[in-house]
């Protein structure tokens, strides 16, 4: 069949139309790609930084972010879905990366428990992985359909950006850690504790946000020294540390102020919600067993008081308001919350 020649022009200036759009569709991404990169390399939390990767990975290619898990000195970081299960999600990064079951993994953001929660199988998720001397990364992907060539650049592109965010905050984070941390347990120290009690009472004054204050001790811990000694009540300290790391965002910071004596800044969050929140970590610390060596298992419980900033306070009005309310929650018989 002959074709006609107005035909074959209007073919030919067809594919050249789409051809334009093809490539303006092209451009469109790159430079949309460029936003999200510079802003990943504005973000200085992980929490913000993935926040970032998610919403890029949705916006240009249709992806779900399921999961991140990073891996360096410190132990396993996961940044998890709030619809899928943590136990499920747990034994899937166990398996992967041949973890000790018993290993602590620590989760970043926060489950809102309204959320309706599945589980998924490592099937339905594919997995990006890169290795780093300081740290291995994972990202658990549900891909969409990818209907440009130019789309897989996109993901290899965002992939490289995440790499180097990533070697820029794991790097900050060493540096922070030998300066600011806990010797014993890993959480920050006095002075940091200072430092960050400054920063967010100064966002609370300038955008009126919320902010509690938690301090906690371990009730009678004087008696697990005398009895069992020191090396058994450090080892209560850390799993005491650990827990509580466990079951908070990594936005909330946990201090040891000194002693058995513990501090949680709980940013954006109401006096309300920080009670709620201390319940249940007296209830878990309750429910601790230390392993204190030959066989020896200790049981410890923890008294909490609660304070809520508001913009009138300084930092020694709060500290001065969280620690009164401790000795209310001591005073009324101890492991309890007091707010």
């Not at 993935?50 to 396993?76: K, P, W």
């Not at 969409?144 to 060539?149: E, Q």
């Not at 940091?192 to 920063?199: A, C, G, T």
Request: aromatic share 8%.
């Amino acid at each position: 069949m002959k074709i006609h020649p107005v035909s074959q022009m209007t073919v030919k200036n067809s594919m050249k139309a789409l051809g334009r759009m093809l490539g303006w569709v092209q451009n469109k991404d790159y430079r949309l790609l460029n936003e999200h990169l510079l802003a990943m390399q504005e973000k200085e939390d992980l929490d913000g930084l993935l926040a970032e990767v998610s919403h890029c990975l949705s916006e240009m290619l249709n992806y779900r972010l399921f999961a991140f898990v990073i891996r360096d000195e410190t132990g396993v970081d996961v940044w998890i879905d709030p619809t899928m299960f943590r136990d499920a999600f747990s034994r899937i990064v166990t398996e992967d990366l041949g973890l000790d079951p018993g290993m602590n993994i620590r989760f970043m953001g926060n489950i809102e428990e309204a959320v309706e929660q599945r589980s998924i199988s490592r099937d339905d998720m594919e997995v990006r992985s890169f290795k780093e001397s300081s740290f291995t990364a994972h990202l658990y992907l549900a891909t969409g359909r990818r209907m440009l060539s130019h789309h897989n650049d996109i993901l290899e592109s965002l992939l490289a950006g995440l790499r180097v965010s990533l070697i820029n905050h794991v790097r900050i984070r060493s540096l922070q850690g030998a300066v600011s941390e806990d010797a014993l347990t890993g959480c920050y120290n006095r002075r940091e504790f200072d430092r960050q009690l400054e920063r967010h009472l100064a966002a609370v004054k300038r955008h009126g946000k919320d902010f509690a204050l938690v301090f906690f001790d371990l009730d009678h811990f004087k008696a697990v020294n005398d009895t069992y000694g020191h090396l058994a009540g450090d080892a209560v300290l850390r799993n005491v540390a650990m827990e509580v790391r466990r079951k908070i965002r990594t936005g909330d910071l946990l201090c040891r102020y000194g002693g058995e004596e513990f501090a949680l800044l709980l940013p954006e969050t109401d006096g309300e919600k920080a009670a709620d929140l201390a319940e249940r970590l007296r209830i878990a610390i309750e429910g601790l067993q230390v392993d204190a060596g030959d066989g020896l298992k200790l049981q410890v419980t923890a008294s909490f008081g609660v304070a809520e900033a508001d913009a009138a306070m300084g930092s020694d009005n709060l500290v001065a308001e969280a620690d009164t309310i401790l000795y209310r929650a001591k005073n009324q018989g101890r492991n309890c919350v007091a707010f």
